[in-house]
């Protein structure tokens, strides 16, 4: 498997935005279902959001629901997770996964995720 490449994270200060990218090389993602996870030090890596092969959004978390959305951009190669309103606990690596299940996101268990890259540090700090 080919690893995503997540960018755009940083530190920022509580209430502000990030926009992160999850892209690939060599192959398109046009045809999967993307996930963004995070894990923050010492915790499981939980699911934020995922988006469709036919940009639909499946689900995401309570924690993020009225603060994130996701989108994608076929012509880029590109899925973003759009992060407002940027709160401590947001704190985390942030990773972006290939669902197993084509086209439709998978449950939101990482195991059902794949191609997973390096990660994008995300830190929310006055």
């Known amino acids: 498997q080919v690893p995503l490449v997540e960018s755009g994270g940083g530190l920022v200060q509580p209430g502000e935005s990030l926009r992160l990218s999850c892209s690939a090389s060599?192959?398109?993602?046009?045809?999967?279902?993307i996930g963004w996870f995070r894990q923050a030090p010492g915790k499981k890596r939980e699911g934020v959001w995922c988006?469709?092969?036919?940009?639909?959004?499946?689900w995401y978390s309570d924690s993020t629901k009225d603060r994130f959305t996701i989108s994608r951009d076929n012509a880029k190669n590109t899925v973003y997770l759009e992060m407002n309103s940027l709160e401590p606990d947001d704190t985390a690596t942030y990773y972006c996964?290939?669902?197993?299940?084509?086209?439709?996101?998978?449950?939101?268990?990482?195991?059902?995720?794949?191609?997973w890259g390096q990660g994008t540090q995300v830190t929310v700090s006055s």
């Open positions: 996964g290939i669902g197993r299940s084509g086209g439709l996101c998978p449950m939101d268990d990482p195991a059902e995720f794949g191609s």
């Open positions: 060599g192959f398109t993602l046009e045809s999967f279902a």
């Open positions: 988006i469709s092969a036919n940009s639909a959004v499946a």
